[in-house]
């Protein structure tokens, strides 16, 4: 019966053997190697694929730890120059920084990024290397600081969890007290692209619409102007700050403190 077990045991680390030695090589990944940050580079074959090499081009086989002046900077494991498993990054004090998980050199699985105290600061998620289900971030203290989703849009949060500002790739919103308190976005007018800001009253109404034109390419006070839009973005006034610049600032106070402090020194 011993013998039986024996057997059945030393057939399994064979087979375990042959499977490591086919898959990774089992030297390469037994024997942990120590190397300085400036004795290999990265190469991109695209976007998403890096390929790990040392200085005369032979593509690194292994686990490794890598160093800088004495400091841990890196640890990864890779197989022909390819990133497998997790890749961890360092602050100085020897906490982790960042930690992603890779598959044959590309992006497969959770991204994390980590504050010096080792606190979670970031976290997100790759497949194939294109980013999936958006990003979360997180202020020191565990509470959620802003998230974006899958579509782009970004969330930001006070540390009591109320929105503060939302993003989108065409447009902006700010909140107060989690009322939406100003809106930014573009409008096509008939006399061009117009950047508009838009302020909202306690209860929900519009309070102001404004836009700004620059005129030329060349961005100065000459050629920018503060446009009064109604509702439907029709031009109701046209104020140079050059030309006025007091009625420009009331103007800008009207619509928001935070506009105004942005623009205080013009």
């Known amino acids: 019966m011993g013998l039986n077990i024996k057997r059945h045991n030393m057939k399994n680390v064979f087979l375990a053997c042959i499977l490591s030695f086919i898959l990774f090589n089992c030297e390469d990944i037994t024997i942990e190697k120590t190397i300085d940050?400036?004795?290999?580079?990265?190469?991109?074959a695209n976007e998403e694929l890096e390929i790990y090499k040392l200085n005369d081009e032979t593509r690194m086989n292994g686990i490794f730890k890598v160093t800088l002046k004495n400091l841990l900077m890196e640890s990864f494991f890779v197989k022909d120059g390819l990133l497998y498993d997790v890749y961890k990054t360092y602050h100085q004090n020897g906490i982790v920084a960042t930690e992603s998980m890779y598959l044959r050199g590309?992006?497969?699985g959770q991204e994390k990024f980590f504050y010096p105290s080792g606190k979670l600061k970031t976290k997100s998620s790759y497949r194939n290397g294109k980013k999936i289900n958006g990003t979360i971030s997180y202020y020191e203290d565990g509470a959620i600081q802003s998230k974006t989703n899958s579509k782009g849009t970004t969330e930001y949060y006070n540390t009591d969890g109320i929105v503060l500002y939302q993003s989108t790739s065409d447009q902006n919103k700010m909140?107060?007290?989690?009322?939406?308190s100003l809106e930014e976005y573009e409008h096509?007018?008939?006399t061009g692209l117009i950047s508009v800001v838009?302020?909202?009253k306690e209860d929900g109404s519009i309070s102001k619409i404004i836009g700004f034109r620059v005129d030329d390419e060349i961005t100065s006070e000459e050629n920018i102007f503060l446009l009064?839009?109604?509702e439907n973005h029709n031009i109701t006034d046209s104020i140079n700050p050059k030309h006025d610049?007091?009625?420009f600032m009331n103007v800008i106070?009207?619509?928001g403190p935070e506009l105004a402090n942005e623009l205080s020194n013009w």
């Open 175 to 180: 909140f107060k007290d989690g009322k939406l």
């Open 37 to 44: 940050k400036n004795d290999y580079f990265v190469e991109y």
């Open 228 to 230: 009064i839009l109604d």
């Open 245 to 247: 610049m007091q009625k």
């Open 198 to 200: 838009k302020s909202y």
């Open 106 to 108: 590309i992006k497969n």
């Open 253 to 255: 106070k009207e619509v």
């Open 188 to 190: 096509e007018h008939i």
